[in-house]
């Protein structure tokens, strides 16, 4: 019986020396993960990155530093790796394979940030949806339209489609239409356009603006406009010029017109 309570305590010290050692292994591993953590996030702190690849960083450290504990202390215990490598493998790939769609996102996200079609606060068309940036997270794009809804675009679908960045340059040009009556000179309806675009203070001066006769009508004579202004005018120049050529055209009795027919009486 004596023989017995010998064996099991040994048997319950080489238990609790194994235990005793994962303990201390998981510990140490945990200790150096955090120096190494505090390191990394020290340097991308202070690094010119975006914000969203130093999210991607930190996160990536942290799983590698898990999947290298989880390793350390399996071969510090004994445990053989060739074994536990081959069903890593196995998990790794149901995983690619089931999750595919979400690790096309987050690589499309990483790859927004690095190439740069855009950055947060620029105003941008994708994938039909016209808005600002307001956020590139892991999985989503997400957009704040005109009309202030909030679109959220998977980054796979904004990697492959056409991104129009309306934000990239610093001067944009505002392209106009109108149309004016035959019976208007045409010396006098590019004057009149001209006028009105140089009574707006907005409108750069250099490169300079562009009145040109562009088309004939059944019913009009179309004349285009062309100006530059600051990216943040656009949409302030494009309505008020509308309604100052309403104006000018009005002081110079130039008519607007409009879809009519014309019938010449013959005589007999």
């Known amino acids: 019986m004596l023989e017995f309570f010998e064996i099991d305590a040994a048997w319950l010290m080489g238990k609790l020396g194994f235990i005793l050692k994962i303990v201390v292994v998981l510990i140490l591993c945990r200790i150096v993960a955090k120096i190494l953590t505090r390191l990394l996030d020290r340097i991308l702190d202070n690094s010119k990155l975006e914000p969203g690849i130093r999210q ?10 898990w999947v290298l504990t989880v390793f350390v202390t399996a071969q510090t215990v004994g445990i053989d790796l060739t074994s ?11 995983l690619s394979l ?5 690790f096309t996102s987050v690589f499309s ?18 994938a039909g949806v016209s808005g600002t940036v307001k956020a590139i997270n ?4 997400n957009l704040n339209t005109v009309d202030n809804q909030l679109v959220q675009i ?38 009149a356009l001209l006028e009105a675009i140089q009574a707006d203070p907005r409108i750069k001066s250099d490169p300079a603006p562009f009145v040109a006769l562009s088309k004939y009508n059944a ?10 202004v600051d990216n943040g005018d656009y949409w302030g120049v494009y309505f008020s010029l509308n309604e ?22 013959a005589e007999k």
């Open 56 to 65: 991607y960083a930190k996160r990536a450290n942290d799983v590698i530093l």
């Open 84 to 94: 536990l490598v081959a069903i890593a493998s196995v998990i790794t790939l149901a």
């Open 98 to 102: 089931s999750l595919q769609n979400i």
């Open 109 to 126: 996200g990483i790859t927004i940030l690095v190439t740069k079609p855009f950055v947060v606060g620029d105003f941008v068309e994708v």
């Open 138 to 141: 892991l999985m989503r794009t």
């Open 154 to 191: 998977p980054n796979g679908d904004v990697v492959g489609a056409k991104i129009t960045n309306y934000s990239a340059e610093p001067l944009r040009r505002v392209d106009l239409t109108f149309s004016a009556s035959y019976d208007a000179p045409t010396d006098l309806v590019k004057q």
């Open 219 to 228: 019913n009009d004579i179309e004349y285009v406009t062309r100006s530059w």
């Open 244 to 265: 100052s050529v309403r104006e000018v055209f009005a002081k110079y009795g130039i008519q607007f017109s409009y879809p009519h027919t014309v019938v010449h009486m």
